[in-house]
């Protein structure tokens, strides 16, 4: 069986500073080997000027939408796109919170995120990155439930804001004890769209989640 293509969407620098040699466009190691490790092939998504090359997402069976710490245009359009053809998509942490951006309408966009205490508890380092900081909870009837197969979870937390919003056609999937979502997936069997607000491609027992996506990458036609 051909192996699967799943492209990354980047974080950008672009034109952050006066400097056109600091125009760069970023994707973290740690996406990358976990795609590698469940047997498929990683697609870093070229941008140019902050803009989406139409032609280089014609040839991907999935999307990963990474954390970073802004929302940029281009990766709404590329989430669009994805929606539109039906292409997997797993959205984590900044992921997920562009998911939610996507689902929402234009006039009902503002204020979707509001700031939280205590998801951000410590600075990750190499040595702590594995470091589960709470509990959340799983809801039932959810992808993500038939994908972790549990109630109760221990996660890291590395946000410092949440979604407020959501639109019609997602749903909540898991929250933290103290009411903050931390998962959204689309209500519907037609397409794959999963959002966590946790970082699983740094906690080996979150593998499944990158297996699931895969497997589901596959069997679509």
Known sequence: MKKKI????PT??????????????????N?????????????????????????????????????????????????????KNRIPVLGICLGMQTMALYSLSNENRENFLKAVEG?????????????LAH??????????????????VLVNSVHHYAIDKLGDEFIIN?????GVIEG????????????????PEILPQYNNIFKYFIEYCEKRK
């Open 6 to 9: 799943i492209g990354i969407v």
């Open 174 to 178: 898991m929250k933290s004890l103290d």
């Open 12 to 29: 950008s620098n672009y034109m952050l500073t006066n400097d056109s040699f600091a125009d760069h466009y970023r994707y973290c190691n």
């Open 119 to 131: 998801h951000w508890p410590k600075d990750i380092f190499r040595e702590n990155e594995q470091e």
């Open 31 to 83: 996406y990358i080997k976990k795609i590698l490790e469940n047997d498929a092939i990683p697609y870093l998504i070229p941008i140019c000027d902050d803009e989406v090359i139409d032609d280089c997402l014609k040839s991907i069976d999935g999307v990963i939408f990474p954390g970073g710490n802004r929302i940029m245009e281009y990766s709404l359009k590329i989430m669009d796109y994805c929606y």
């Open 184 to 199: 959204i997936e689309y209500k519907n069997d037609d397409r794959f769209m999963l959002g966590v607000q946790f970082h």
């Open 135 to 152: 509990e959340s909870i799983v809801m039932d009837n959810t992808v993500l439930m038939d994908i972790l197969k549990s109630e109760n």
